[in-house]
Protein backbone atom coordinates (compact mmCIF):
# COMPACT_ATOMS: atom_id res chain seq x y z
CA UNK A 1 0.00 0.00 0.00
CA UNK A 2 1.63 3.33 -0.96
CA UNK A 3 0.39 4.74 2.53
CA UNK A 4 3.36 2.81 3.89
CA UNK A 5 6.95 3.97 4.59
CA UNK A 6 8.71 2.08 1.76
CA UNK A 7 12.12 0.15 2.76
CA UNK A 8 15.59 2.21 2.58
CA UNK A 9 16.59 0.08 -0.10
CA UNK A 10 13.45 0.30 -2.20
CA UNK A 11 13.71 4.32 -1.74
CA UNK A 12 17.01 4.46 -3.00
CA UNK A 13 16.16 2.12 -6.26
CA UNK A 14 13.11 5.16 -6.52
CA UNK A 15 15.71 7.92 -5.92
CA UNK A 16 17.52 6.96 -8.43
CA UNK A 17 15.17 6.17 -11.08
CA UNK A 18 13.54 9.89 -9.91
CA UNK A 19 17.15 11.54 -11.47
CA UNK A 20 16.50 10.02 -14.74
CA UNK A 21 14.29 13.13 -16.47
CA UNK A 22 13.63 12.65 -20.31
CA UNK A 23 11.76 15.28 -22.93
CA UNK A 24 8.24 15.17 -22.67
CA UNK A 25 5.44 17.79 -22.90
CA UNK A 26 3.33 18.95 -19.70
CA UNK A 27 4.26 17.29 -16.38
CA UNK A 28 5.67 14.36 -18.50
CA UNK A 29 3.59 10.79 -18.72
CA UNK A 30 5.37 9.50 -15.80
CA UNK A 31 4.37 12.92 -13.54
CA UNK A 32 0.47 12.60 -14.66
CA UNK A 33 0.24 8.76 -13.56
CA UNK A 34 1.97 9.75 -10.48
CA UNK A 35 -0.69 12.12 -9.75
CA UNK A 36 -3.22 10.24 -10.99
CA UNK A 37 -2.24 7.10 -8.51
CA UNK A 38 -1.72 9.43 -5.63
CA UNK A 39 -5.32 10.92 -6.03
CA UNK A 40 -6.54 7.20 -6.73
CA UNK A 41 -5.10 5.96 -3.69
CA UNK A 42 -7.41 8.49 -1.69
CA UNK A 43 -10.26 7.83 -3.67
CA UNK A 44 -13.36 5.66 -1.27
CA UNK A 45 -15.14 2.78 -3.19
CA UNK A 46 -18.22 4.27 -4.30
CA UNK A 47 -16.16 7.15 -6.23
CA UNK A 48 -13.73 4.67 -7.55
CA UNK A 49 -16.97 2.94 -8.96
CA UNK A 50 -18.22 6.07 -10.81
CA UNK A 51 -15.25 7.34 -11.89
CA UNK A 52 -14.80 3.74 -13.83
CA UNK A 53 -18.00 4.34 -15.27
CA UNK A 54 -17.86 7.17 -16.43
CA UNK A 55 -14.40 6.74 -18.29
CA UNK A 56 -15.75 3.05 -19.53
CA UNK A 57 -18.16 5.50 -22.37
CA UNK A 58 -14.97 7.34 -23.44
CA UNK A 59 -14.15 5.95 -26.91
CA UNK A 60 -10.42 5.20 -26.20
CA UNK A 61 -11.52 3.42 -23.29
CA UNK A 62 -10.59 0.00 -24.91
CA UNK A 63 -6.83 1.66 -26.05
CA UNK A 64 -6.18 2.46 -22.50
CA UNK A 65 -7.16 -1.10 -21.14
CA UNK A 66 -5.54 -2.80 -23.54
CA UNK A 67 -1.56 -1.75 -22.67
CA UNK A 68 -2.42 -1.64 -19.03
CA UNK A 69 -0.76 -4.39 -17.02
CA UNK A 70 -0.79 -5.29 -13.62
CA UNK A 71 -3.61 -3.36 -12.63
CA UNK A 72 -7.61 -3.07 -12.15
CA UNK A 73 -9.60 -1.89 -15.42
CA UNK A 74 -10.86 0.64 -13.88
CA UNK A 75 -7.08 2.46 -12.29
CA UNK A 76 -5.89 1.18 -15.69
CA UNK A 77 -7.88 3.50 -17.10
CA UNK A 78 -7.81 6.64 -14.77
CA UNK A 79 -3.86 6.05 -15.25
CA UNK A 80 -3.96 6.53 -18.99
CA UNK A 81 -6.45 8.79 -19.07
CA UNK A 82 -4.53 11.10 -17.08
CA UNK A 83 -2.32 11.16 -19.98
CA UNK A 84 -4.42 11.47 -22.83
CA UNK A 85 -4.61 15.13 -23.60
CA UNK A 86 -1.17 15.19 -24.30
CA UNK A 87 -1.30 11.93 -26.25
CA UNK A 88 -3.67 13.29 -28.58
CA UNK A 89 -1.17 15.78 -29.69
CA UNK A 90 -0.06 13.47 -31.56
CA UNK A 91 -2.94 11.28 -32.73
CA UNK A 92 -3.31 11.90 -36.53
CA UNK A 93 -7.16 11.71 -35.43
CA UNK A 94 -6.94 14.96 -33.85
CA UNK A 95 -6.35 18.40 -35.59
CA UNK A 96 -5.16 21.73 -34.50
CA UNK A 97 -7.42 24.50 -34.19
CA UNK A 98 -4.69 27.42 -35.51
CA UNK A 99 -4.16 26.49 -38.64
CA UNK A 100 -4.88 22.76 -38.83
CA UNK A 101 -7.76 21.35 -41.02
CA UNK A 102 -10.56 20.13 -38.94
CA UNK A 103 -11.06 16.92 -38.43
CA UNK A 104 -14.85 15.35 -38.51
CA UNK A 105 -15.66 14.37 -35.17
CA UNK A 106 -15.72 10.51 -34.26
CA UNK A 107 -18.74 8.68 -32.17
CA UNK A 108 -18.28 9.87 -28.83
CA UNK A 109 -16.18 13.05 -29.23
CA UNK A 110 -17.61 16.21 -29.53
CA UNK A 111 -15.01 17.53 -31.32
CA UNK A 112 -11.36 16.36 -32.82
CA UNK A 113 -9.30 19.52 -31.59
CA UNK A 114 -6.27 19.23 -30.05
CA UNK A 115 -7.04 22.04 -27.81
CA UNK A 116 -3.32 23.32 -26.39
CA UNK A 117 -4.18 26.24 -25.34
CA UNK A 118 -6.15 24.42 -22.49
CA UNK A 119 -3.00 23.50 -20.87
CA UNK A 120 -1.43 26.64 -19.65
CA UNK A 121 -2.54 30.37 -18.38
CA UNK A 122 0.07 32.97 -19.10
CA UNK A 123 0.45 35.22 -16.27
CA UNK A 124 3.23 38.01 -16.85
CA UNK A 125 6.18 38.15 -15.31
CA UNK A 126 9.58 40.92 -15.37
CA UNK A 127 8.92 43.57 -17.54
CA UNK A 128 5.71 44.88 -18.32
CA UNK A 129 4.79 43.89 -21.80
CA UNK A 130 3.08 45.50 -24.34
CA UNK A 131 1.18 42.16 -25.99
CA UNK A 132 -2.01 40.51 -26.82
CA UNK A 133 -3.86 38.53 -24.34
CA UNK A 134 -2.67 35.29 -24.25
CA UNK A 135 -5.31 32.38 -25.16
CA UNK A 136 -4.29 30.00 -22.45
CA UNK A 137 -7.68 28.60 -20.89
CA UNK A 138 -6.19 26.75 -17.97
CA UNK A 139 -8.40 28.33 -15.12
CA UNK A 140 -11.21 28.75 -17.64
CA UNK A 141 -11.63 25.19 -18.43
CA UNK A 142 -11.08 23.84 -15.07
CA UNK A 143 -14.18 25.41 -14.08
CA UNK A 144 -16.33 24.15 -17.29
CA UNK A 145 -15.10 20.66 -17.15
CA UNK A 146 -15.50 20.25 -13.39
CA UNK A 147 -19.07 21.54 -14.32
CA UNK A 148 -19.51 19.10 -17.09
CA UNK A 149 -18.25 16.32 -14.82
CA UNK A 150 -20.45 16.80 -11.71
CA UNK A 151 -23.13 17.84 -13.71
CA UNK A 152 -25.29 14.29 -13.82
CA UNK A 153 -27.68 15.46 -16.13
CA UNK A 154 -24.91 16.42 -18.75
CA UNK A 155 -24.78 12.75 -20.77
CA UNK A 156 -22.16 9.91 -20.19
CA UNK A 157 -20.45 10.90 -23.51
CA UNK A 158 -20.33 14.37 -22.09
CA UNK A 159 -18.66 13.65 -18.87
CA UNK A 160 -16.55 10.82 -20.38
CA UNK A 161 -14.49 13.12 -22.70
CA UNK A 162 -14.55 15.93 -20.00
CA UNK A 163 -12.99 13.50 -17.21
CA UNK A 164 -9.28 13.08 -18.60
CA UNK A 165 -9.73 16.50 -19.26
CA UNK A 166 -9.99 17.41 -16.07
CA UNK A 167 -7.61 15.12 -14.68
CA UNK A 168 -5.03 16.10 -16.73
CA UNK A 169 -5.18 20.06 -16.10
CA UNK A 170 -5.85 19.41 -11.99
CA UNK A 171 -2.27 18.24 -12.33
CA UNK A 172 -0.89 21.05 -15.55
CA UNK A 173 -2.06 23.89 -12.89
CA UNK A 174 0.31 22.76 -10.49
CA UNK A 175 2.98 22.55 -12.89
CA UNK A 176 4.90 26.60 -11.96
CA UNK A 177 5.59 26.85 -15.94
CA UNK A 178 1.94 26.56 -17.26
CA UNK A 179 0.91 29.76 -15.63
CA UNK A 180 3.65 32.08 -16.99
CA UNK A 181 5.55 33.47 -19.33
CA UNK A 182 8.82 35.91 -18.24
CA UNK A 183 8.87 38.84 -20.35
CA UNK A 184 11.84 40.90 -21.28
CA UNK A 185 12.09 44.64 -21.81
CA UNK A 186 11.41 44.60 -25.43
CA UNK A 187 8.00 42.76 -24.40
CA UNK A 188 8.99 39.81 -25.56
CA UNK A 189 7.76 36.26 -23.25
CA UNK A 190 9.57 33.26 -23.35
CA UNK A 191 6.21 31.03 -23.13
CA UNK A 192 6.63 29.94 -19.91
CA UNK A 193 10.53 28.75 -20.55
CA UNK A 194 10.10 27.02 -23.79
CA UNK A 195 11.99 29.85 -25.30
CA UNK A 196 14.65 30.03 -22.16
CA UNK A 197 17.69 27.12 -22.89
CA UNK A 198 19.38 25.88 -20.25
CA UNK A 199 22.75 23.67 -19.33
CA UNK A 200 21.23 21.34 -17.17
CA UNK A 201 24.79 19.37 -15.85
CA UNK A 202 22.03 16.62 -13.89
CA UNK A 203 20.70 15.36 -16.94
CA UNK A 204 22.58 11.66 -17.83
CA UNK A 205 22.67 12.33 -21.20
CA UNK A 206 20.76 15.29 -22.62
CA UNK A 207 22.61 18.49 -20.73
CA UNK A 208 20.98 21.15 -23.19
CA UNK A 209 17.44 21.40 -23.30
CA UNK A 210 14.85 24.68 -22.24
CA UNK A 211 13.46 25.38 -18.54
CA UNK A 212 9.96 24.55 -19.24
CA UNK A 213 11.12 20.79 -20.77
CA UNK A 214 13.68 20.95 -17.58
CA UNK A 215 10.38 21.47 -15.15
CA UNK A 216 8.07 18.96 -16.79
CA UNK A 217 10.44 15.91 -15.99
CA UNK A 218 11.59 16.36 -12.42
CA UNK A 219 8.76 14.31 -11.04
CA UNK A 220 10.18 11.06 -12.59
CA UNK A 221 10.87 9.54 -16.18
CA UNK A 222 7.85 9.07 -18.05
CA UNK A 223 8.03 5.53 -18.68
CA UNK A 224 6.71 4.83 -15.12
CA UNK A 225 4.25 2.17 -14.81
CA UNK A 226 3.42 -0.63 -12.63
CA UNK A 227 5.31 -1.18 -9.31
CA UNK A 228 8.06 1.37 -10.04
CA UNK A 229 4.90 3.88 -10.28
CA UNK A 230 3.85 2.72 -7.43
CA UNK A 231 7.09 2.93 -5.39
CA UNK A 232 7.85 6.32 -6.68
CA UNK A 233 4.30 7.28 -5.96
CA UNK A 234 4.96 6.14 -2.18
CA UNK A 235 8.28 8.23 -2.07
CA UNK A 236 6.92 10.87 -3.25
CA UNK A 237 4.11 10.50 -0.13
CA UNK A 238 6.18 9.84 2.24
CA UNK A 239 7.97 13.12 1.67
CA UNK A 240 4.94 14.65 1.42
CA UNK A 241 1.76 13.92 3.32
CA UNK A 242 -1.56 15.48 2.12
CA UNK A 243 -1.75 19.15 3.17
CA UNK A 244 -4.76 21.26 4.97
CA UNK A 245 -7.29 21.65 1.94
CA UNK A 246 -6.69 24.98 -0.35
CA UNK A 247 -9.44 26.52 -2.34
CA UNK A 248 -9.85 25.72 -5.66
CA UNK A 249 -8.40 25.85 -9.35
CA UNK A 250 -7.34 29.22 -9.13
CA UNK A 251 -5.80 29.21 -6.20
CA UNK A 252 -3.60 26.30 -7.40
CA UNK A 253 -2.93 28.44 -10.36
CA UNK A 254 -2.14 31.95 -7.75
CA UNK A 255 0.44 29.24 -6.43
CA UNK A 256 2.25 28.01 -8.97
CA UNK A 257 2.59 31.90 -10.52
CA UNK A 258 4.32 32.26 -6.74
CA UNK A 259 6.73 29.33 -7.05
CA UNK A 260 7.51 30.17 -10.81
CA UNK A 261 8.46 34.15 -9.78
CA UNK A 262 10.23 33.04 -6.40
CA UNK A 263 12.41 30.11 -7.87
CA UNK A 264 10.96 28.22 -11.27
CA UNK A 265 13.97 30.30 -12.77
CA UNK A 266 17.40 30.03 -13.00
CA UNK A 267 19.11 33.40 -10.86
CA UNK A 268 21.13 35.27 -12.60
CA UNK A 269 21.08 37.04 -15.94
CA UNK A 270 22.96 34.27 -18.37
CA UNK A 271 21.61 33.98 -21.64
CA UNK A 272 21.51 30.61 -21.32
CA UNK A 273 21.89 30.00 -17.16
CA UNK A 274 23.86 26.37 -15.72
CA UNK A 275 21.68 25.12 -13.47
CA UNK A 276 23.29 24.34 -9.84
CA UNK A 277 23.11 21.42 -7.53
CA UNK A 278 21.58 23.75 -5.12
CA UNK A 279 18.84 24.81 -7.67
CA UNK A 280 18.27 21.16 -9.04
CA UNK A 281 17.81 20.14 -5.67
CA UNK A 282 14.81 22.68 -4.78
CA UNK A 283 13.48 22.26 -7.65
CA UNK A 284 12.89 18.53 -7.89
CA UNK A 285 11.59 19.02 -4.04
CA UNK A 286 8.96 21.89 -5.03
CA UNK A 287 8.46 19.29 -8.49
CA UNK A 288 7.45 16.01 -6.08
CA UNK A 289 5.64 18.51 -3.97
CA UNK A 290 3.17 19.69 -6.13
CA UNK A 291 2.61 16.39 -8.10
CA UNK A 292 1.20 15.17 -4.37
CA UNK A 293 -0.47 18.22 -3.70
CA UNK A 294 -2.21 17.67 -6.96
CA UNK A 295 -3.03 14.33 -6.16
CA UNK A 296 -4.65 15.03 -3.05
CA UNK A 297 -6.97 17.63 -4.57
CA UNK A 298 -7.59 15.80 -7.57
CA UNK A 299 -9.04 13.11 -5.29
CA UNK A 300 -11.24 15.78 -2.99
CA UNK A 301 -12.82 17.18 -6.39
CA UNK A 302 -13.56 13.80 -7.44
CA UNK A 303 -14.93 13.02 -4.50
CA UNK A 304 -17.38 15.84 -4.42
CA UNK A 305 -18.04 15.99 -8.14
CA UNK A 306 -18.56 12.35 -8.57
CA UNK A 307 -19.14 10.76 -5.04
CA UNK A 308 -22.41 10.04 -3.43
CA UNK A 309 -25.34 12.28 -4.54
Known amino acids: ?69 GVTPDLAAFLEASIWPDEIKGDKRFYDADGGEPTAPLPGFPDMARHRHWHYIDRPLGHSPRRQESNGELDRQLDLLSNAVGNRKSGDQQRAYALPWLI ?40 SMNLHTYWDDLAGPP ?45 GDDSVPTLTADFHERAQATARKRIAEAGYR ?9 GKP
Not at 25 to 53: K, P
Not at 54 to 64: F, G, I, S, Y
Not at 242 to 262: Q, T
Not at 298 to 306: C, F, H, M, T, V
Open 1 to 69: MIRNRPPRATLAVVAALLLLPLPAGAWNAGGHRLSALIAWQQLDDTTRQEVGRVLAQHPDHARWLARAK
Open 168 to 207: HLVADAHQPLHTVSRYDAEGRGDEGGNLLSIDNPFHPRLS
Open 223 to 267: WLHGRYLERAAAAIVAANPPPPPAGGPRRWIEESVEIARDGAYPP
Open 298 to 306: LAALLRQLL
